[in-house]
């Protein structure tokens, strides 16, 4: 599956997404948990309340929420504003 990132992420990561090998439909903390696997030098950026997800451009709050093969999983860090 391919994650997308936005931001921080992806200047910090150095790509704008990448493809994780992970059976689906899958868990937002699996693939979570897969991202903290594939970056283990990121960790702090992509942990839970630390990194935000949207699901098909939707914000998404319940990590136990299922990802299928068709949505779109995208992370990203809090936005501020001002």
């Not at 931001?7 to 990448?18: F, G, K, P, V, Y």
């Not at 929420?65 to 068709?70: G, H, I, K, Q």
Request: aromatic fraction near 6%.
């Amino acid at each position: 599956m391919k994650v997308l990132f936005f931001a921080q992420l992806r200047e910090r990561l150095n790509c704008d997404s990448t493809e994780l090998n992970i059976e689906l439909p899958a868990r937002v903390n699996e693939i979570r948990e897969a991202l903290l696997v594939r970056f283990p030098d990121h960790t702090d950026l992509l942990q839970s309340g630390r990194a935000l997800v949207a699901i098909n451009q939707e914000l998404i709050n319940n990590e136990a929420t299922e990802v299928t093969a068709s949505d779109e999983v995208a992370f990203f860090p809090p936005v501020t504003g001002g």
